[in-house]
């Protein structure tokens, strides 16, 4: 597969290492080297990036029915959505099931990431890699609202943050909670799932043009 950055945030190309200029894209697709990369799969949907349940899709579901509403653009209209969703706060009380065990927690959302992301400087989601065939399951685990736009501070600033997250690597989770349905988020996509979440890795299931030195 060959990928051309004409995104919004383009976070495959970002860790692939490929270059935002469409030309040396297309160059990379033409000239690169094909690696097998690991993609994620959530009850037989798959994501290349990460996928999550909570705020962050109840963000995108009002974001987007504002821009068929009001007709907004796509950041005035997330600013707002973000606003509401955040005032209202809602948690989710969810049971992870994994190869080592289960843990319950009481959350404001669920991020579960194809292989490990890291924070740095005025980043947010790197990944070193796309091929250590693992999920990394992340939860916050706190519930206030001060305590989220600290550590969502933290976060755009590159701050170590680990003690307020749980991280979970594995190749399978199973998310499980009361309510029968959920709205997912897939690589910014939403879609309406059942319960239990079934999360696994699928390792080397995507071949992709990338620079030789694209992944370690």
Same mark, same amino acid.
């Given at each position: 597969?060959? =990928?051309?950055?004409?995104?919004?945030?383009?976070?495959?190309?970002?860790?692939?290492?490929?270059?935002?200029?469409?030309?040396?894209?297309?160059?990379?697709?033409?000239?690169?080297k094909?690696?097998? =990369?690991?993609?994620?799969?959530?009850?037989?949907?798959?994501?290349?990036?990460?996928?999550?349940?909570?705020?962050?899709?109840?963000?995108?579901?009002?974001?987007?029915?504002? =821009?068929?509403?009001?007709g907004?653009?796509?950041?005035?209209?997330?600013?707002?959505?973000?606003?509401?969703?955040?005032?209202?706060?809602?948690?989710?009380?969810?049971?992870?099931?994994? *190869?080592?065990?289960?843990?319950?927690?009481?959350?404001?959302?669920?991020?579960?990431?194809?292989?490990?992301?890291?924070m740095?400087?005025?980043?947010?989601?790197?990944?070193? *890699?796309?091929?250590?065939?693992?999920?990394?399951?992340?939860?916050?685990?706190?519930?206030?609202?001060?305590?989220f736009?600290?550590?969502?501070?933290?976060?755009i600033?590159?701050?170590?943050q680990?003690?307020d997250?749980?991280?979970?690597? *594995?190749?399978?989770?199973?998310?499980?909670?009361r309510?029968?349905? =959920?709205?997912?988020?897939?690589?910014?996509?939403?879609?309406?799932l059942?319960?239990p979440?079934?999360y696994?890795?699928?390792?080397?299931?995507?071949?992709?043009?990338?620079?030789?030195?694209?992944?370690?």
């Open positions: 597969m060959g =990928i051309l950055p004409l995104g919004t945030l383009n976070h495959l190309a970002r860790d692939l290492k490929i270059s935002f200029n469409l030309q040396e894209a297309a160059r990379t697709i033409a000239e690169g094909i690696h097998e =990369i690991d993609v994620g799969e959530v009850n037989g949907h798959i994501f290349v990036n990460n996928s999550s349940i909570g705020l962050y899709p109840k963000v995108v579901r009002e974001r987007n029915q504002e =821009i068929i509403r009001l907004r653009g796509k950041w005035p209209a997330m600013l707002d959505a973000s606003i509401r969703v955040f005032l209202r706060f809602p948690l989710i009380t969810i049971r992870l099931e994994t *190869s080592d065990g289960s843990l319950m927690r009481t959350t404001p959302f669920l991020f579960v990431g194809n292989n490990k992301y890291e740095k400087p005025l980043r947010i989601g790197d990944r070193q *890699s796309l091929e250590r065939g693992e999920l990394c399951a992340y939860l916050l685990k706190h519930t206030g609202r001060l305590a736009l600290r550590i969502l501070l933290m976060a600033l590159g701050m170590k680990d003690r997250f749980t991280f979970i690597l *594995s190749r399978e989770v199973q998310v499980q909670m309510r029968r349905r =959920i709205t997912v988020a897939a690589d910014g996509q939403l879609m309406t059942d319960t979440l079934h696994r890795i699928r390792p080397k299931a995507l071949r992709v043009f990338a620079p030789e030195i694209a992944i370690p």
